[in-house]
C-alpha cells in the first residue's frame, strides 16, 4: 500500500506536513529523551567520571556516589526473575499455542493478558502483605534457611530483600513473556507441524521439532523483551527490596535497584549533586533497557512485526 | 523401531505437555491468587467514605482519597488529550504516508520507546516540565503519562489503519476526492472501532502508572483542580504512600483504593477488547 495516489492540492500538502511531523516527533521525543538525561546528570557526570558505575558506596551524607550497587541490584533481581518465569512462560505459551482446545485457551490468553494489566503498585501492595511475610517465615526461615550454608540462602530472614524482587519481578514478566511467546508460536506457518505429523512425530516432537526452531528467535526476542521490562520496573520493586546498598551473595538481604534507588530517594535528595547522581541512575537505565530493547526487537521484528494490543 | 524407543518417546511426550500444562495453570493460578487476595481485602475495606472524603493526617481515622481520584481522572484526562491525537497521528503517518526506510525507523523507535521504563520518563518530565515551570503539576504528570501512552497508540493505530482494505482508499480516490480528504472521511471511519480499543488500553496502562507520578504530580492531601497550579494526587500514589506507611488505617485505605484502581483499569482494559471482539 505504499503511495498509490499523488497529493495535487493545498490540503494534502498541509495534511502531509503534519503527519510526517507527528510521525517524526516520535524520533524527536528519543533524541530529547537521552538530552536532557545526560544534560541534567552533566554534574555527577564530570564529578565522577567513570568511577561513577564502579564505586561501589553509596552514601548522600558523605557526598559519595557509586552506582555499582544499584547496577548490581538491578541485575540480580532480573536475572532471578528470568530464571523462575522464563520456563513457566514458554510453558505456559506453548500450552496457549500447541495444546489447549479453544474453548481453554482463550480465557487462559485473556486472564494472562489481564495479569499483564494489574497494576505495579497494587503487585507491590501485595507484595508487601503477602509476599514478604510468605518468604520470610517459608522460604527465609525454613526451607531455603536450612541451606544456609550457600552463600546465596545466608543472612537474616528479612523478607525485603533481593529475593522478594526477583521473585515480584518474576510474576510481573511472567504474562509479557507468556504473551509475546504465544504470538510468535501462533505465527508458525501450519505446513511446518503437518510435515512433522506426517513423519509420525508425537505431540512433543511436533512441538521441539518444527515449532520452536522454526521460531527460535523470536522466542528469545519475547525473553529478553521481558529481562528489559524487569530492569526497569520500579513501583512493586521499590515496596519490596528494603533499600540497602551493598554487594553481597546473599538474596535476603536488602537492596537497590536503579529504578528503586531513584523511585525512593529522588524527592529527599536535597542537594543538586545528589540530584545529579539519581539522574545518572536513570541515565544507565535507560541506557542498559535502551540496548537490551533493541535486541529484543531486532529479534522479534524478524518473525512478527505488528504489536500484540497488550506489548508493553 | 524397538518398543522402548516408542515408549521413552511417549514418556517425553506425557511429561513435556504435563510440563506446559502445569506452567499454564499456574500462571493463571498466580493471578486468581493475587486478584482474588486484592478483590477480597479491598471489598471488606470499602466504605462510602473513600469516595467523599479528604485524606487526614497521619494516625487519624478515617477520611478518604477523593482527592486522589480527582487526580488521577485529571491527570489520565490531560494524557489522553495530550497523547491520544498524537499518537493517532503518528499511526496515520506510519500507515499512510511513511515510505518503507523512514517508516521502519519511526516504528522502531516506537518499539524502543515502549520499552523505556516510566521511571526514566518520569525524570524527564522532571527535567524538562517541573524545572523550567518551577512547580509540580498535574500538566507535568498529563505530558508523562502521554509520552508512555504515545508510541503504543502510534503502533496500535498504525494496525488498525492498515487493516482497512486498500480498495476502501482506492474507491475514494476514484471519486477525486483528495487524499486528506479520503483519510479523514474514509479510511479514519471505518477504523474507528480498533482506534478506540488502543486508546482505551494505552489509557488503561497510563491510569496504573505511579513511578512518572512520583516527580511530577507529587500528591498532597488537598483536592486541586488545577492543571497548572502545584501538586496533585493520584490514585497510584496515594496507594503507594500508604502502603509503605505505618498506620494500619492507611493500609486498609491502600486495600479499597486498590481495588478501586483495579477495577477500573479491568473495566477500561474489557472495554476495549470487547469493542475489538465485536466486529
Redesign the interface.
Known sequence: ?????R???A??A???V??????????A??G??IY??V??SWQSITEFGLGFITGTTWDPVAREFGAAPAIYGTLVSSLIALILAV??????A???S???PPWLRNP?S??????A??????????G???LIPWVRDFLERSTLGHLSFIPLFSGPPFGLGMLAAGLILS?MI??II?AISRDVMLAVPTSQREAMVALGA????V??GAVLPYCRSGLVGAVI?GL??A?????AVT?VIGRGYNITASLFRPASTA?SA??SE??EASYSLYISA??EL?LI??AI??L???V??LLV?RIA???G???? | MSISTYQR??T??AL??G??????F???G???L??G??LAKGISSLNIDLFTKMPVPEGEPGGGVANSMVGSLITVGLAAVIGIP?GI??G?????????R?GD?????????????????G??V???VVLRMGNFSALAAGIALA?IM??IM???SE?ML?LVP?SQ??AA?ALGI????T?LSVVIPVAQRGLV??AL?AI??A?????PL??TA?GNRFLSLSATGGPIDAL?LR??RY??GPYSEQ?QQ??AA?FV??LA??VI?LT??LL?RRR
Open positions: 500500500m505504499r503511495r498509490p495516489w497529493s495535487g492540492n490540503g494534502d498541509i495534511a502531509r503534519i503527519a510526517v511531523g507527528l510521525g517524526l516527533s516520535l524520533l521525543l528519543g530529547l529523551l536532557e538525561l544534560d541534567e520456563p513457566v512462560s514458554l510453558g505456559a506453548i500450552f496457549l500447541e495444546i489447549a487462559f485473556f486472564l494472562v493478558e489481564m495479569l494489566a494489574l497494576p505495579s503498585v497494587v503487585l507491590g501492595l501485595w508487601i502483605y503477602v510474576i511472567l504474562p507468556t508425537t505431540k512433543w516432537e512441538i521441539s523483551l528489559g521490562r530492569l526497569g520496573e520500579t513501583m515496596m529504578a531513584v523511585a529522588f524527592n539519581l539522574v536513570a537505565l535507560l533497557t535502551l537490551v530493547n533493541i529484543a526487537r521484528w512485526r505488528s504489536p494490543l497488550i506489548r508493553e | 518417546r511417549r517425553t511426550n513435556m505437555l510440563f506446559c500444562a502445569v506452567s499454564a499456574l500462571a493463571v498466580v493471578l486468581v493475587i486478584l487476595f486484592v498524537i497521528g503518528a496515520i503517518f506510519l500507515s499512510e504516508y511513511a515510505g518503507p523512514l525507523v519511526v516504528r522502531f523507535t516506537a518499539d524502543v520507546l515502549t520499552g523505556v521504563p516510566s521511571i526514566v520518563i525524570i524527564f522532571y527535567g524538562l509520552i504515545l508510541p502510534a503502533r496500535s494496525e492498515r486498500q482508499r482506492e480516490l483528495s487524499r486528506w480528504r483519510i480499543t488502543g488500553l488503561a496502562r491510569a496504573g502508572e505511579t513511578a512520583l516527580f507529587l497510584p496507594i503507594y502502603a509503605t493500609h491502600a486495600w486498590s484502581l483495579v483499569v479491568f482494559s476495549a477488547r475489538l
